[in-house]
């Protein structure tokens, strides 16, 4: 395996990289030393289906679903086939899209976790002030005199754009007041949508971490404001979380075993970490050692591979290293993780790997072109994800390791779409144009 050191290296300067975690352990071993089980992530789970008669009413795109926000899971074989033709390797298997890019309502991975605090946010506040019931049926909170009691209420988050997004829709539709902070960054789509939706938006000339403190000081004094802290936040984890065993049911109704013969991949685009971090504990509790998680990252700021590698945590960032922290990925333009996030996934991630921005736009169209699936350049991250592993130095040592040699035509790698849907139509043109090389 290629020595962490080296890679560091590679990330300094900002050259695309894949990581083999020394830290993984065995899932068992792992997960034992973490403060959460499976009952934190079941109680996610049934938190949102007491929900779902709310949402279903709110949200009507969710009926086919009963109320329940999920994307589908679709099997990509044109671009497999595209990738398999035009990279100089790729690893074997079969290719499906986690499509959270088409997620209701928030049109992107943050409807899990964004959504998700808010409600138990929204679900704790009426238990204590008895508007509501744990045995009454949740579309209730749909009513006027629980959307004016929320109203006293305010809920402040601090977002680069799609948490802003999930966490202002969700708020305002049960009738919070809702402040997103955003960085200067951020797209302007994205604050006139939320604006439109009766959300405050308050910008700032400095990055993501700026918005989050002051955001955070101004909720901090309001003792009728609570703030969604994306960097150290359990609920958003947990919500997060209950993705995976969403995904167990979507794979086996495929027909697509995971077990030791069956090996399972997943991609996921890592911005502070809270996303893809809780995703991977839920896959992990389900999966264990038959299911491989890989993260992705820009070059230009790869956070979390920082923070692993060196053990640091969110003790480094990326400007530490002499990188920029900008990039096109916007929902990855991060320059420093979650160091909550890092401790509790150390152990049950693979590695990670790092892109170029041209390439976003690129596999972004190649997508397109063959699959005819739109997803937003920060998603694309994931797509190359099966063949910048099998052109890794490392991965040899890396299927020898966990007994996967000759094992790997029996794959199944899902990559995971984290966004796109909510993208205006002159947007989705402007990127399909966008060449950087
Ligand atoms: C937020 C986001 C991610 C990563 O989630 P984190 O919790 O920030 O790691 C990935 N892709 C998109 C499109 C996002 O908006």
Not at 263 to 269: G, H, M, S, T
Request: include cysteine; glycine fraction near 10%; proline fraction near 5%.
């Amino acid at each position: 395996m290629q020595e962490t050191d080296s890679i560091l290296q590679k990330v300094a300067a900002a050259e695309p990289c894949v990581w083999f975690s020394p830290n993984l352990r065995p899932a068992k071993e792992a997960l034992a030393a973490i403060p959460y089980t499976r009952t934190n992530v079941r109680d996610a789970a049934e938190r949102l289906a007491r929900f779902a008669p709310y949402i279903e009413r709110c949200f009507p795109e969710t009926a086919a679903d009963g109320g329940l926000i999920e994307s589908p899971l679709t099997e990509i074989p044109h671009m497999a086939a595209l990738l398999r033709e035009t990279e100089a390797l790729c690893l074997p298997g079969r290719m499906f899209l986690k499509r959270d890019s088409d997620l209701a309502v928030a049109g992107s991975v943050k409807a899990r976790g964004g959504i998700y605090e808010v409600l138990k946010h929204a679900e704790t506040l009426a238990l204590k002030e008895g508007v509501l019931h744990t045995t009454d049926d949740y579309a209730v909170l749909a009513e006027p005199q629980c959307k004016a009691f929320f109203n006293r209420y305010e809920i402040a988050v601090g977002s680069t754009g799609n948490l802003g997004l999930s966490i202002g829709i969700m708020s305002a539709a049960l009738g919070f007041r809702v402040t997103v902070h955003m960085s200067s960054d951020a797209r302007q789509w994205k604050k006139d949508l939320l604006r439109s939706k009766g959300v405050r938006v308050m910008e700032y000339a400095g990055d993501y971490s700026e918005a989050v403190r002051q955001g955070r000081a101004l909720s901090d004094a309001d003792p009728m404001s609570y703030f969604v802290d994306d960097e150290n936040s359990v609920d958003l984890f947990m919500g997060y979380a209950v993705a995976a065993e969403r995904l167990q049911g979507q794979l086996s109704a495929k027909g697509i075993p995971v077990d030791a013969e069956h090996p399972l991949f997943v991609y996921l685009p890592c911005g502070v970490g809270g996303a893809p971090g809780g995703i991977t504990f839920g896959l992990k509790l389900v999966y264990g050692d038959n299911v491989h998680v890989f993260y992705v990252e820009p070059v230009q700021c790869p956070c979390m591979l920082l923070g692993l590698a060196t053990g640091l945590n969110s003790k480094i960032c990326v400007q530490d290293v002499g990188l920029t922290g900008k990039t096109h990925a916007d929902g990855l333009a991060v320059g420093r993780p979650s160091g909550f996030v890092g401790s509790v996934v150390r152990a049950l991630v693979s590695g990670e790997f790092t892109i170029e921005d041209y390439r976003l736009y690129d596999l972004m169209r190649a997508l397109l072109n063959t699959e005819g699936i739109f997803i937003e350049p920060s998603a694309c991250a994931c797509l190359p994800g099966p063949a910048m592993l099998a052109a890794a130095p490392g991965m040899d040592a890396y299927l020898t390791a966990h007994r996967l040699s000759g094992r790997m035509d029996n794959a199944a790698h899902v990559l995971w779409a984290t966004g796109g849907r909510l993208v205006p139509k002159e947007i989705r043109n402007e990127y399909i144009k966008t060449r950087l090389k």
